[in-house]
């Protein structure tokens, strides 16, 4: 460090406004991606008539246009580049998310005749339509589409963020720096359940789409003048750009006899034949869906079985003391860095040790059901834990790529990993919705749990155990430090 310091005088630390930017960024995600979990229960639900098996689809589709466009976002931030991508990606979502307001007025406009209604106008006017079906239909397919749009913007977010990261930070700092950005969707759903039933029930649910998609607009404002690549930006100085480029590439020089040469790339396809491509594809798909159940689930959940609303003070406090504990996430960046630097680990090693730590925690949601007989508050408090593990463990994989693949390709495996974690939770999403309409009109059993209860339980006993069979099948496929060399 202080050869560093000496060579360009004292370091900035620009890098870190960066991360500030990231972070924003993934809490503006994570709202716009909650405003439909607290508003469709207690809002949408009673306008459209849905049922759980309707919600069930828009989420689960969501999740599959998540997973296709994350194929192709990392692709395209890499094509495109950080600062491009990033703008197209939050810009299309901010739509997405806008679009969402319209959906009243156009299912009035279809069923009903009446186009040119407000809000209001638009509830009265699909109060008076008898043909519930079609309501819930063509509700349905409209919600679909703008979930759509979102989906295809929010895939690039994670691809770029990422990518940000393995440009402004060194290797043995990059989980730390990630866990920070990451903890934006912590606070993204700390600030969602206290923000949008308050806009929901004062102003209408249409309005909260509105504001919060708005928020993504003001952040491209920020982002046009903020990201500059580090080697070119004056708010850089010499001392931190050599700290951040301490561990450039070896295998992937990026100057030769003084001149700078152009950084070797891997085909979209050749992806494909590396283990460490599908160790951390397999890492995402059994996990990703677990925090999109508990992130998507969690409102609906203390509604069904334990009848406390979203919009009441008690739920309002519920889903921000759960999301509160996932803060603790944070240790996520800490612990890998430990384990380098004061164990002599190897990044990837220290990775999967913390990850395997991580892996144990979850295990505790297989008693959020049985305890919640007692309290409501034991499975908010253990959905908690379990979420700020999942946090960590996400904060390390995304950092498992920046350690084995040249910059070049960090979006685009991001994006096959997102793909993956897609695919994941579509089938979590569309498996719990049609699960606990099943459990709860037929009021099945399982374990001492009855209907939607019994539900829920077999949801959580999944996810409990989903972290330690990724880590196994990770560390099968990949059980030593091997970076990606491009010949």
């Not at 508003?39 to 639900?45: E, G, S």
């Not at 913390?354 to 309290?375: K, N, R, T, V, W």
């Not at 495996?413 to 037929?442: C, P, Q, R, V, W």
Request: net charge neutral.
């Amino acid at each position: 460090m202080s050869a560093l310091k000496t060579a360009g005088g004292k370091m900035t630390n620009y890098r870190w406004t960066i991360c500030a930017m990231l972070f924003f960024a993934t809490t503006i995600n994570y709202l716009d991606r909650q405003v439909l979990s607290l508003t469709w229960k207690d809002f949408i639900a009673p306008e459209f008539h849905w049922t759980n098996n309707d919600y069930g689809n828009i989420t689960a589709l969501f999740s599959i246009f998540y997973a296709i466009s994350m194929l192709f976002a990392g692709r395209f931030v890499d094509w495109m580049d950080t600062k491009k991508g990033f703008l197209w990606a939050i810009g299309i979502w901010s739509l997405g998310a806008c679009l969402h307001a319209f959906c009243g007025i156009a299912t009035s406009g279809i069923v009903a005749g009446e186009w040119f209604v407000g809000f209001e106008g638009a509830r009265e006017a699909i109060a008076r339509v008898d043909d519930v079906a079609m309501v819930v239909n063509v509700s349905v397919v409209l919600f679909i589409f703008a979930r759509f749009v979102l989906a295809v913007g929010e895939a690039g977010n994670f691809p770029a963020a990422i990518k940000a990261t393995a440009e402004y930070f060194p290797k043995k700092d990059r989980a730390f720096s990630t866990s920070i950005f990451n903890a934006g969707a912590t606070v993204g759903a700390l600030a969602a359940p206290v923000t949008i039933p308050v806009i929901a029930a004062r102003w209408g649910w249409e309005m909260a789409f509105i504001i919060i998609g708005a928020l993504g607009f003001l952040w491209m404002g920020f982002w046009v003048f903020i990201y500059k690549k580090p080697e070119v930006n004056p708010k850089v100085n010499k001392a931190e750009l050599a700290y951040i480029q301490q561990d450039q590439e070896s295998q992937n020089p990026t100057e030769e006899n003084g001149e700078k040469v152009p950084e070797k790339k891997i085909s979209f396809a050749n992806c494909f034949k590396y283990k460490q491509t599908w160790a951390f594809a397999f890492g995402k798909f059994m996990t990703d869906g677990v925090w999109w159940f508990y992130l998507f689930w969690a409102p609906a959940y203390l509604s069904s079985v334990y009848d406390i609303k979203s919009s009441d003070p008690a739920g309002q406090l519920a889903i921000f003391i759960l999301y509160l504990i996932t803060l603790l996430s944070i240790v996520g960046g800490w612990l890998p860095s430990y384990f380098v630097d004061k164990k002599g680990m190897n990044p990837y090693a220290g990775r999967m040790k913390a990850m395997l730590i991580f892996a144990f925690f979850p295990l505790l949601a297989l008693f959020a059901q049985p305890l919640g007989s007692y309290s409501y508050w034991f499975p908010v408090i253990i959905i908690g834990i379990a979420g700020a593990a999942h946090q960590a463990w996400s904060a390390n994989i995304f950092s498992t790529i920046g350690d084995m693949f040249p910059k070049s390709a960090i979006a685009t495996i991001t994006g096959i990993g997102g793909m993956a974690g897609g695919i994941g939770s579509f089938l979590i999403n569309k498996g719990s919705g049609m699960l606990f309409d099943h459990a709860g009109e037929t009021q099945m059993a399982f374990l001492g749990f009855q209907g939607e209860e019994a539900g829920y339980f077999i949801i959580f006993s999944i996810c409990a155990v989903a972290y330690l069979i990724g880590w196994i099948v990770m560390k099968a496929l990949v059980p030593q430090y091997k970076p990606i060399v491009i010949e």
